[in-house]
């Protein structure tokens, strides 16, 4: 089904995110305000046994909306082809000031992925990894590189490669983990470590970044493997990944 993609020319990515401060009271009162409007609807939808759910103790979830979060790692990774030997290099853009690692990679971006043959691929990366970082961009007041700014283009003119579509197969209503395609089709598990509702905690309780970003560096290999399945490419094999 992939048969004619360039892997050379695949970016693969994806983004890990926490609340932008570490309790709701940090947030001044206007953001506290509208943190409670934003979040009204989904604290009702998970309510259990019609129990309130407050906006402060949902607030541990702010990390999944660009408005009230922030990113603290980008992880990408291409397939390098040179001398006929198949290498997955991957670097990760991560730490706790949100503005440098936008400007970092998208300083990668302009620099290496401004040219229509170049895609960006990631699980669900339209949805949420993609209008995240193009949401933060601006926030931070920083202007969006190509790849990034979709306006005006048509769907099929736009450079992201989502593999959670390419296992839709035009099914719009089924959605499927990147922990359970990886398992369906044999390849080895990222979330053999943390999973993205523990993010949070590990950031801010436990002030461990380095965990965080090895994790979101195995996601961004499983979605590579993915790709290389779908594709009907031979897998990746460990000693074929170097981290710059």
């Given at each position: 089904m992939l048969g004619q993609l360039q892997l050379n020319q695949v970016l693969f990515?994806?983004?890990?995110?926490?609340?932008?401060?570490k309790n709701f009271e940090d947030l001044s009162p206007t953001k506290q305000k509208l943190?409670?409007?934003?979040?009204?609807?989904?604290?009702?939808?998970?309510?259990?046994?019609?129990?309130?759910?407050?906006?402060?103790?949902y607030y541990k979830n702010a990390g999944?909306?660009?408005?009230?979060?922030?990113?603290?790692?980008?992880?990408?990774?291409f397939i390098n082809t040179e001398n006929k030997q198949i290498e997955f290099r991957i670097k990760s853009f991560y730490g706790h000031e949100e503005k440098e690692i936008l400007e970092d990679f998208s300083s990668l971006l302009y620099t290496h992925y401004n040219t229509s043959k170049r895609l960006l691929c990631g699980h669900n990366i339209k949805e949420f990894d993609i209008p995240y970082i193009a949401r933060r961009l601006l926030i931070q007041g920083k202007p969006l590189p190509k790849i990034l700014n979709l306006m005006?283009?048509?769907p099929w003119e736009v450079p992201h490669l989502d593999t959670l579509e390419l296992w839709k197969f035009g099914d719009y209503k089924h959605f499927t983990s990147l922990k359970l395609l990886t398992e369906i089709l044999g390849i080895e598990s990222p979330k053999d470590d943390i999973d993205g509702s523990q993010v949070r905690s590990v950031y801010y309780e436990e002030n461990n970044l380095?965990?965080?970003?090895?994790?979101?560096?195995?996601d961004v290999i499983a979605v590579a493997?993915?790709?290389?399945?779908?594709?009907?490419?031979?897998l990746l094999k460990p000693e074929q990944t170097?981290?710059?």
């Open positions: 990515l994806d983004i890990e995110t926490v609340p932008e401060h943190w409670e409007e934003k979040s009204a609807y989904k604290r009702r939808y998970e309510a259990i046994e019609n129990e309130e759910i407050s906006a402060s103790e999944i909306w660009a408005e009230f979060g922030k990113i603290i790692c980008i992880s990408a990774g005006g283009k048509k380095e965990r965080i970003v090895k994790y979101c560096e195995k493997q993915v790709v290389l399945k779908l594709a009907g490419k031979p170097t981290y710059l």
